[in-house]
T-cell receptor
Framework: SAVISQKPSRDICQRGTSLTIQCQVDSQVTMMFWYRQQPGQSLTLIATANQGSEATYESGFVIDKFPISRPNLTFSTLTVSNMSPEDSSIYLC??????????FGQGTRLTVV | AQSVTQLGSHVSVSEGALVLLRCNYSSSVPPYLFWYVQYPNQGLQLLLKYTSAATLVKGINGFEAEFKKSETSFHLTKPSAHMRDAAEYFCAVSDGSITGFQKLVFGTGTRLLVSP
């Protein structure tokens, strides 16, 4: 299994500011994934983060809004930039173990006021 | 492209009754299919997964699901509901490649309500 720690677990932020979410894994992984879960909706993949290269973003998500860092094989950050109330969501990171299973962090519950 | 449709945003059952949560998928390649559960204010936990082996998959907490290619379905069932089963359930699909297995497309979720 994999133990994933996300920080912060929740935050309330002012519009126009930025928040950086951290994801720490207890073992080395090649890929880390960032998802967004908007209120009452399902999870949507934001981007895939590989160590040593730029993140790959899904349609509808751009690097300027959601910059991602992946400095090593156990850590990644997602920044939500220039926030608006529409960014209020739960943000989750996940990692995989080959084809066996995908593990999720507990999520960061973000409220933008 | 892959997609998942979960029929019914809410399902209500009585404790002890059969649980049936519906999931239909669309995939141009043989899919890998998953059911996840999310308890209030918690992350996602894997219930079970189908990866092209046995079509009837047994998971944790007494849940099971059957892969039916002809119906493009992967419905989740449990013979007898418990109060602790009340949660949000997500069906997800991937394309089975090394990266695809880890990159999931989720359905919109079904909230299971269990009454005494």
């Amino acid at each position: 299994s994999a133990v994933i720690s996300q920080k912060p677990s929740r935050d309330i932020c002012q519009r126009g500011t930025s928040l950086t979410i951290q994801c720490q894994v207890d073992s080395q992984v090649t890929m880390m994934f960032w998802y967004r879960q908007q209120p009452g909706q399902s999870l949507t993949l934001i981007a895939t983060a590989n160590q040593g290269s730029e993140a790959t973003y899904e349609s509808g998500f751009v690097i300027d809004k959601f910059p991602i860092s992946r400095p090593n094989l156990t850590f990644s950050t997602l920044t939500v930039s220039n926030m608006s109330p529409e960014d209020s969501s739960i943000y989750l990171c996940s990692v995989g173990r080959g084809r066996r299973e995908t593990f999720f962090g507990q999520g960061t519950r973000l409220t933008v006021v | 492209a892959q997609s998942v449709t979960q029929l019914g945003s809410h399902v209500s059952v009585s404790e002890g009754a059969l649980v049936l949560l519906r999931c239909n998928y669309s995939s141009s390649v043989p899919p890998y299919l998953f059911w996840y559960v999310q308890y209030p204010n918690q992350g996602l936990q894997l219930l079970l997964k189908y990866t092209s082996a046995a079509t009837l998959v047994k998971g944790i907490n007494g849940f099971e699901a059957e892969f039916k290619k002809s119906e493009t379905s992967f419905h989740l069932t449990k013979p007898s509901a418990h109060m602790r089963d009340a949660a949000e359930y997500f069906c997800a699909v991937s394309d089975g490649s090394i990266t695809g297995f880890q990159k999931l497309v989720f359905g919109t979720g079904t909230r299971l309500l269990v009454s005494p």
